[in-house]
Structures are given as C-alpha cells and as structure tokens.
C-alpha cells in the first residue's frame, strides 16, 4: 500500500510539475521508501530551523515569486529566481531560529508551572 502511494505521488508530481520538481523531490522519495538514516551536518541544521523553515517558507518564496513575474520568462531567470527563494527561505529561517526560537525556548525553560 505504501508502495502504491509513493508511485502515485511520482506520477502526480510529474503530471503537474513536471520534471525538475521530481528531480528536486526524488532524494525524499528515496529516503523515505528506503528508510535510509542519514545523519550529516547540513540535515541535522535543517532539522533545527525546521519549524522556522515551516513558518517562513511561504512568505518568502510568494515575495520572490512576486519579484520574478516582473522579468521575462526565460529559463535561466527561472533557476536564478529558484536559487534565490532557496537561498532567502534558508537565511530567513536561520535568522528566526536564531534570533526568535532559540532565545524563546530558552526563556520558556524558566518557567515553572504546578500541575
């Protein structure tokens, strides 16, 4: 049943969006259909600002979006305006895990509540 969802995500992802987002997505797929553990530096970094990631992704990927509807569309705006929203969302994260997450859950761990 897994395997059928998974192949029928593919046929989706490739349907709608053709292929560069299934080459984008394809290392998830493998990751999750071969239940690979993979611990390195840079995933253990995206692991911290995860949630950072989630809340600031779509701002910041709408506000390039908006930018890049003002150039033509050729490809090689296309891969340029993509590495920059990539570049944005991961700095824009950092800076919220860093200067908003970090120093809250710090602060939270001070409090004390009776149960």
Avoid: C
Avoid at 21 to 39: E, H
Avoid at 99 to 112: A, C, D, H, N, Q
């Amino acid at each position: 049943e897994f395997l059928f969802y998974i192949l029928v995500s593919t046929v989706i992802i490739l349907y709608v969006n053709g292929l560069v987002i299934f080459i984008f997505t394809l290392p998830v797929f493998l990751t999750i259909l071969l239940s690979i553990k993979i611990t390195n530096r840079f995933l253990n970094f995206i692991g911290k600002i995860s949630y950072s990631l989630y809340l600031v992704h779509t701002l910041t990927v709408f506000a390039i979006i908006n930018v890049a509807h003002r150039f033509p569309k050729d490809v090689g705006y296309q891969i340029g305006f993509t590495f920059l929203a990539i570049t944005l969302t991961g700095l824009t994260s950092y800076l919220m895990y860093s200067l908003v997450e970090k120093p809250t859950i710090k602060w939270s761990k001070r409090i004390g509540y009776n149960v």
